[in-house]
C-alpha cells in the first residue's frame, strides 16, 4: 500500500464498538444475549420529535443548512443555557455538529498541535486519545480513582509542563457517573487560566443527573478557556440522528467554524430540525432521568446485597464496577468469559484505560438489568 | 487567544458560501435578485425517497448505524457500480461518509502527510485546498485551460517531484463541466501506478451528464491506486441530507474507517435511509439530466447568439465563462458589479483558482436563467 498517515497504527476502531460488534455471534444462542455494551439508550426518542420532523420533511425544505447551524436551533441552544446554566451565550457562539463527536474532531484540529500536552482523568471516555494521536499530541492521563474519580488541581498540577495545552474533561462521567464538585470545577477553571490552557468540556451526560447539581464548565467567566461540547444523542435518545454542539468563545468559534465547514459542511438538515424539536418542546426529560436512576438503584441494590459495591452514579447512564476484590482476571479476560458462559456482554475497563474494572451500560429495561446482574454474580461465584 | 493550528490563518470560508451568504443583503430589492452562485439543486429530491424516509422514521429504528454504513446501502452501491460501470466493489470497500465533503476530508486526512504534494487541475473545487493545507501538505495547480480543461500526463510529468503523493480530479468537473477522455483517464491511471501516486477522484457530478460517457477512474484495475469520492447531493437533490460514499481498497479502508470513526462516527441513520432508496428505487435520473442539458443548452445559446462564447458542458450543472473577450474587471469586480447593478449573483472564477472566469449554476428554472443571461448581457453593453 502507498504510504499512509502513519498515526493511523496507533489508533484502533473503539474497543466499545468491537465487542458490541463480537456481541453479534452471541445473538442466536439457546440463552438470550443481554448486551450491556454500548451506550445507546433504549427509551426512544419523545413522540414529538418524530412527528414534527416527520411533518418538517413533507415542506421539502432540505437544502443546505446555514454555515454553523440553523440560526433556530441556535437561538434555542443558547436560550437554554441562559435559562437552566444562568450563562449568556450568543447564537453566534455556538456550531451545531455532527454529533458530539464531530465537535471533539473538530476542537481538537483546531486548537491542539504537534507535541501538545492534553491531560484528561483515568478512567476516560475512548474517543479521546485516538484524535490526540491524530493531531500529533499526547493524552496524559491522571488517575483519578483516589480522589473520587474527580480530576483535581493537585494531580494538574503535578502533570502540567511546558507542553501541556488543555484538559479534556467529562462529567457526568463516562463511565463512572461520577459529577465535578463545584470546588474542583472552580479550581480548575482557575487553574486553567492562570497557566493559559484550554478546558475542552464533553458534558454530553449533563442532563442525566440523579443526585446533586451539574456544575457545567461553562460560566459567565473564563469564556475565552473553555469549549463546551454537548449535544442531543443521550439526552433525546437521537444517538442515529448525529446531532450536538460546540460552545466557545466568538473569536474561537471563528477558526472553529472553518474546520467543521472543510471537514462535513454541515450535520444533515433532518437532524438539525430534530434537535430544534427537541430543544424547543422536550427540554423536560425528568422522566427519562427517573427510568435511568431507577436502572441504576436496582443494579447497586442487586451488587450490594451480594456483598460487591459498584461506584454509585450521580449522573449518565453507566455503572463502573471494580473486580479488585473480585478476580484475578483482566478487564478483557472477565467481559470475554462472561459474555461466553452467561451471555451477558460489559465493556472491559481497559477500554477507559482501567484494566480492574467493567462498566455496565444501563441500556435495557430494569428486569432484564436485573437478570444481567443475577448473571454477573453468578458467574463471580464460579 | 490561546495558541490554535496556525495553518487556519491560511484557509477561508469558501467563497462560495460567501457570495451566496452575501445575496441576502440584494433579496429584498425592488428587482429579484437571480442567486446563481451555489451548487444546490432546485430540483426536489425524488417523492419516493420522501416518503420512504419518512416510513423509515416510524419505526423508530434511530439507533447507532452500523460502523462504515447500513449494510444494505453499501450492497446497492456495490451492486450500482457492477451493473453501470462493471467494476467489482465488495462492500467492504466502501464508507458511507457525511456528505461527499466528510468523504473527501477523510481521505486527505489518512493519505495526505506534511510535506507532501498533491496535483489537481486549475480551475479546481474551492473545497480541496484548505484540507490540503491542513494536513501540511500543498496543492499543486496545473492550469488546464489551453488542454480542454482536461488534466493531461504530460502536464503531470512537467509537476512530478519527489513529494508528489497524490492527484485529485474532479470529473465531470465543477466549475468547467468537463468529462475527462478515456484516453486521458487511461493514461493518468498507468501515471499514477508507475509513480506511487493516489487518485483521489471527486466523481459527485458523475450521473448528470450530457454527451458521451462518463469515464470512472475507478475500474478493475488500478485498486490500489484509486480511492473514489462520490454522493447523492447533486443526482438525487440531496444537499441538506449530507451523504455521499468513498470506494477503496480493502487494506486502506481499514484505514480510513479509524479516521471516518473518530471523526463523525456515521453520517444520520436517516440520510443514510434516504441514500438507501434512492439506490434501490430511484437509478434512474434521466428526468433530471434532461432538465439541467436544456437549461445548460438555453444559456449556452442565449449567450452565444449575442457573441459570447463559454465552456459547452458535458456534465455537472454549471457554466463557466471566459471574461477575456468581455471586460477587465477582475472575477470578484465584476461578480460584484453584477450583483449590485443587476442583481444576479454568480461565483467569481478566482474561486476555482482563475480570476478570467465566472461560474453560472444551473439551479433555477430555465426561465429564470434566461432572464439571468438577459440581465448579464445587458451588464456587458454598459
Redesign the interface.
Known amino acids: 500500500?502507498?504510504?499512509?498517515?502513519p498515526d493511523?497504527d496507533k489508533?484502533?476502531?473503539?474497543a466499545i464498538?468491537k465487542i458490541a460488534?463480537a456481541c453479534k455471534e452471541h445473538q442466536n444462542g439457546e440463552k438470550e444475549l443481554i448486551n450491556l455494551t454500548?451506550g445507546?439508550p433504549d427509551i426512544?426518542?419523545p413522540k414529538e420529535i418524530?412527528d414534527g420532523?416527520?411533518e418538517y420533511?413533507?415542506t421539502?425544505k432540505?437544502?443546505?443548512?446555514q454555515?454553523g447551524g440553523i440560526v433556530e436551533l441556535r437561538e434555542e441552544i443558547s436560550k437554554f443555557y441562559k435559562e437552566k446554566y444562568k450563562v449568556d451565550v450568543s447564537p453566534d457562539e455556538i456550531i451545531v455538529t455532527?454529533?458530539s463527536?464531530?465537535g471533539l474532531?473538530t476542537v481538537i484540529?483546531?486548537?491542539?498541535?504537534p507535541g501538545d500536552e492534553v491531560i484528561t482523568a483515568l478512567p476516560f471516555y475512548p474517543?479521546y486519545e485516538?484524535?490526540i494521536v491524530?493531531a500529533g499530541a499526547k493524552l496524559i492521563k491522571v488517575d483519578t480513582s483516589k480522589t473520587e474519580f474527580q480530576l483535581t488541581v493537585e494531580s494538574l498540577k503535578r502533570n502540567l509542563t511546558e507542553k501541556t495545552?488543555a484538559i479534556i474533561l467529562n462529567y457526568p462521567s463516562n463511565p463512572s457517573g461520577v459529577i465535578i464538585s463545584k470546588k474542583n470545577r472552580d479550581e480548575i477553571l482557575k487553574f486553567a487560566k492562570s497557566n493559559?490552557?484550554?478546558i475542552i468540556s464533553d458534558e454530553v451526560y449533563s442532563e442525566i443527573i440523579f443526585e446533586n447539581e451539574h456544575n457545567s464548565f461553562l460560566t459567565n467567566d473564563y469564556r475565552?478557556?473553555v469549549i463546551l461540547i454537548n449535544g442531543f444523542s443521550k439526552s433525546h435518545s437521537?444517538?442515529?440522528?448525529?446531532?450536538g454542539y460546540i460552545i466557545s468563545?466568538t473569536?474561537?468559534r471563528n477558526?472553529l467554524?472553518?474546520?467543521h465547514?472543510?471537514?462535513?459542511?454541515?450535520?444533515?438538515?433532518?437532524?438539525q430540525r430534530g434537535a430544534l424539536i427537541a430543544s424547543k418542546k422536550c427540554r423536560d426529560i425528568s422522566e427519562v432521568v427517573d427510568v435511568y436512576k431507577e436502572r441504576a438503584r436496582v443494579v447497586c441494590d442487586k451488587l450490594e446485597a451480594r456483598g460487591v459495591y459498584p461506584i454509585k452514579p450521580k449522573g449518565a447512564i453507566y455503572i463502573f464496577l471494580s473486580l479488585d476484590e473480585i478476580t484475578d482476571l483482566s478487564s478483557l479476560e472477565f467481559a470475554k468469559k462472561l459474555l461466553e458462559e452467561e451471555k451477558v456482554a460489559v465493556v472491559p475497563g481497559i477500554a477507559f484505560g482501567m484494566d480492574n474494572y467493567i462498566r455496565i451500560s444501563l441500556v435495557k429495561d430494569k428486569d432484564i438489568l436485573s437478570e444481567g446482574v443475577e448473571r454477573i454474580l453468578k458467574f463471580l461465584k464460579k
Chains 1, 2 share one sequence.
Do not use: C, F, H
Request: no cysteine; net charge positive; hydrophobic share 40%.
Open positions: 500500500m502507498l504510504k499512509i498517515n493511523l489508533i484502533e476502531i473503539s464498538r460488534e454500548i445507546e426512544p426518542a418524530i420532523t416527520i420533511i413533507k421539502g432540505l437544502g443546505y443548512p454555515l455532527v454529533g463527536t464531530e474532531s484540529k483546531t486548537v491542539i498541535l474517543g485516538p484524535l491524530l495545552k493559559n490552557l484550554y475565552d478557556n437521537l444517538t442515529g440522528w448525529r446531532i468563545s473569536k474561537l477558526s467554524i472553518k474546520v465547514q472543510y471537514t462535513v459542511t454541515a450535520p444533515s438538515i433532518i437532524s
